[in-house]
């Protein structure tokens, strides 16, 4: 069967803030953090978590309201719920929320939980809440809000409250020591570049599509990876991305007595080990431990080239990251360099 995406649309500025907090927190707060590669953004939903093969989803509606009252946290649901009776198979339905109503949950200071926490007077609230808005959406087929669809699908749902600040959410990406962590103001600067950067995928109209794999939602260009805000923040703490096209400048010395065919060997092996290590989630904390020991050895011997900065190096947290070799170890090396001296 088929699914067609309806109701995309463009948030206020707050409502964009919650999308990158929620976006955020799939990223890098669940136990099944590692298991999304894809941020689909305003496809399905406000956000959709996706595997590396497209065949698991997260489903996020994010709502920005700091006190939201139990009947209009029902109403919040609509999406998740049309998404829950869709052909589609979704695996998680989440509700990001700014704050809740002191009588909603049972236990005010759980943030994560389920309808096991949620008081039996707020529990019919949100339903019936959920089934007056479901009712009035054109895009749920009003024979389906049923009293035992709606039960069946609040028992799935997940609630998350926010608890962060921004910076806090982006000290989440940088999977090392507090040495290495910028300020506060470069953090919310990176916070506001992956929000620049998950609105500017609202661009593209997507009204009225029609898919019959969650799959082909990539098929749009309208998905973030986790590579791709890990080198958001990789940027900002060394001034200059890693992975664009030049070459280093400290980077000749290791190629100026090359064939230019072999130089541009280098550069490629280079770009690729780079890339490789960013976008590997299962490793990425031992690419953070390696790439904070050459900044800040990077830092201490200003004066050096980089094949003084690399024999001065942990070979051990160079093994830890296999997917760098000597060539590419030396380009990261050259990257940082320019980028922070």
């Known amino acids: 069967m088929s699914y067609i995406i309806q109701s995309t649309e463009k948030v206020r500025s707050i409502g964009s803030e919650y999308e990158t907090k929620a976006l955020l927190y799939l990223m890098n707060f669940r136990l099944d953090s590692n298991e999304i590669n894809y941020y689909v953004i305003d496809f399905f939903n406000d956000l959709t978590g996706m595997s590396s093969m497209g065949d698991k989803l997260w489903d996020i509606q994010s709502k920005a309201s700091k006190n939201t009252n139990a009947k209009a946290l029902g109403r919040e649901m609509v999406t998740l719920y049309k998404n829950y009776m869709s052909s589609l198979t979704f695996n998680h339905y989440i509700l990001f929320v700014g704050g809740l109503a002191k009588t ?19 529990l019919k609230s949100i339903t019936l809440g959920l089934k007056e808005e479901s009712q009035s959406k054109t895009y749920i087929d009003s024979t389906k809000v049923t009293d035992e669809n709606v039960e069946n699908f609040l028992k799935v749902v997940q609630i998350v409250v926010d608890d962060k600040k921004n910076s806090e959410y982006v000290k989440s990406i940088i999977k090392t020591s507090v040495k290495l962590l910028p300020s506060d103001e470069v953090l919310d600067s990176i916070f506001d570049e992956v929000k620049d950067k998950q609105s500017l995928k609202k661009n593209s109209i997507v009204e ?9 939602a990539l098929n749009y ?121």
């Open 104 to 122: 909603i949950r049972i236990d005010n200071n759980k943030n994560f939980f389920g309808i096991e926490n949620v008081t039996e007077k707020a």
């Open 208 to 216: 009225n599509i029609v898919i019959n794999t969650s799959h082909e």
């Open 221 to 341: 260009s309208r998905h973030l990876t986790g590579e791709e805000i890990r080198l958001m923040a990789i940027s900002r703490i060394i001034n200059r991305n890693p992975l664009d096209i030049g070459v280093p400048a400290s980077f000749y010395d290791i190629i100026r007595d090359l064939p230019t065919h072999k130089k541009k060997d280098y550069v490629l092996n280079g770009q690729i080990g780079v890339a490789k290590a960013i976008s590997n989630k299962n490793n990425i904390d031992n690419f953070w431990i390696f790439f904070e020991s050459v900044y800040f050895v990077t830092l201490e011997n200003p004066d050096v080239n980089v094949n003084a900065i690399f024999d001065k190096l942990d070979k051990n947290l160079m093994g830890n990251c296999p997917e760098f070799d000597l060539i590419s170890i030396k380009y990261f090396i050259a990257t940082v360099k320019d980028g922070i001296l």
